[in-house]
């Protein structure tokens, strides 16, 4: 078994916390009652994005009280300790850290993707602390008595104090050189290798955590591109200031030879992989998580894969290639590596499940049959987007009998499912994915259903 632990974090025991839940609300609740931005805020938040005061806190300060630090250590958050806070923080859940310090101000800190944008659309007079696109920068928002709401810039840093950066002209270059990476290749191998060498390069003269920051910032701009649903909801995000820092996990594709190359490339950028998925012999695919221990920044991986191989460390081990494609290996056919010209398949960002759904049918947009619905985990996919399916790509699959004449013409004429926008709520501090439910959506996504419904309804059936 210690074979099959290479490359894993322990401990992946995703519970349910909701008297911590009630604990943090409670805080939360009190301070929106004594600062008044903050509760415009909550409400433009809520109206214009369909989005949680809640969900963009990236951390608390309270005043030190034992009480509260006894309730926490009772409810498996660890102390850490620094020259200037107390940090309590639950790993195995989303909850933000909570800092408590020797002062009698209650700070709220939230977490737009740019603080500057922020600071513009807010109207606030604060000064913003920090080089821009250093770390770390930080704005005070609005203060009234003990009661101080500011807003926070990360770009691969998890301090809590802003120090004076080094590195900012090599960050820069990194986001440019991500930014305008080139994506199309002869083979999906020769670009998988050539972007785990660009990776390789960076993170040469560059920290792991800064290169992985740029590295998403330019994944997101890419994927909304070519997603409808993403545009929208970023452009009502983008009102409040507020950016894509509610985003929850990003998720690729790969086909089952370029597997290995994909993992290779995020674990180049300091990922570590969290827990597998196998969703059964019907469904036939598998998934692995990666986290980083520093960025704040999850990613999901899917790969066709068989029962024979469920145990595999199929992460590292590799696979070999497919003899026949399921929903995602097609996919992979039709469009390309996720990491390379396809992009993301979908971008997973924390909502107000119900209002975001209503919000997007007043917008024209279409969300799919939830594929999780409990109280602490939903989710739901926007409508897919049709792409255009390049020729030779059909070619190919037509010729290494992958699909059928009637399949290539098809998806030639008519394009295939490209990508979708993750309408999620999470509560009760759940940090994990609902393994059936998420087979269930893979299966219902598959291209080559929405092609028998259009033959048939051709046929007149």
């Known amino acids: 078994m210690k074979k099959l632990e290479k490359g894993f974090i322990s401990g992946f025991d995703w519970q349910l916390y909701p008297d911590t839940e009630r604990f943090l609300q409670k805080e939360v609740n ?29 951390h608390i300060v309270l005043p030190h009280d034992k009480k509260k630090e006894s309730f926490l250590l009772k409810h498996r958050f660890k102390k850490q300790q620094n020259k200037r806070f107390l940090i309590y923080k639950n790993k195995n859940s989303i909850f933000f850290p909570i800092l408590f310090h020797n002062s009698r101000e209650f700070e709220i800190v939230l977490k737009p993707e740019n603080v500057e944008d922020f600071v513009r ?14 770390p770390l920068r930080k704005v005070i928002v609005k203060q009234q008595v003990n009661y101080l709401l500011t807003a926070i810039e990360r770009r691969g840093s998890n301090a809590y104090v802003i120090k004076k950066a080094s590195d900012i002209n090599k960050y820069k270059k990194a986001l440019k050189m991500f930014a305008t990476r080139k994506r199309k290749f002869g083979s999906d191998r020769e670009g998988m290798i050539y972007t785990l060498k660009l ?5 040469k003269w560059l920290p792991k955590e800064r290169a992985t920051d740029a ?17 929208i909801q970023k452009g009502r995000q983008d009102k409040l200031g507020l950016g894509w820092g509610n985003h929850d996990h990003h998720t690729y594709r790969s086909s089952r ?26 469904a036939g695919w598998g998934a692995q998580i990666l986290e980083h221990p520093i960025c704040d920044i999850v990613m999901f991986s899917d790969v066709d894969i068989s029962k024979h191989e469920r145990h595999k460390d199929f992460a590292h081990e590799g696979l070999p290639k497919e003899s026949k494609l399921g929903t995602v290996g097609l996919w992979i056919g039709l469009h390309g590596e996720s990491v ?9 960002a924390r909502f107000m499940f119900e209002k975001l759904e209503k919000d997007l049918n007043k917008k024209g947009l279409e969300v799919m049959k939830p594929f999780s619905h409990f109280p602490f985990l939903k989710q739901a996919f926007t409508k897919g987007e049709t792409w255009k399916v390049e020729k030779s790509r059909v070619e190919k699959l037509l010729r290494e009998k992958y699909i059928t004449k009637e399949q290539y013409l098809e998806f030639l004429d008519n394009g ?3 990508s979708h926008m993750e309408n999620l709520q999470r509560k009760q501090g759940f940090k994990g994915f609902n393994q059936d439910s998420v087979t269930a959506v893979i299966k219902a996504t598959d291209p080559r259903k929405r092609l028998h419904k259009n033959y048939m309804q051709h046929r007149g059936a």
């Open 416 to 418: 295939a499912i490209g």
């Open 340 to 348: 390379l010209q396809a992009g993301m398949h979908h971008l997973e």
């Open 30 to 58: 009190r301070f929106l009652r004594n600062n008044s931005m903050a509760r415009r805020l909550a409400r433009k938040m809520r109206s214009e994005s369909s989005t949680r005061f809640f969900d963009w806190i990236d």
């Open 257 to 282: 030879n370029n597997f290995f190359f994909l993992i290779k490339i995020f674990e180049a950028l300091g990922y570590k992989c969290r827990e597998r998925f196998y969703a059964g012999e019907k």
């Open 215 to 231: 590295f998403f910032r330019a994944e997101r701009s890419y994927w909304k591109k070519r997603n409808r649903a993403g545009q």
């Open 121 to 134: 659309k807010v109207k606030t007079e604060g000064k913003v602390q920090g080089e821009k696109y250093a």
């Open 199 to 203: 990776v390789n390069t960076v993170t």
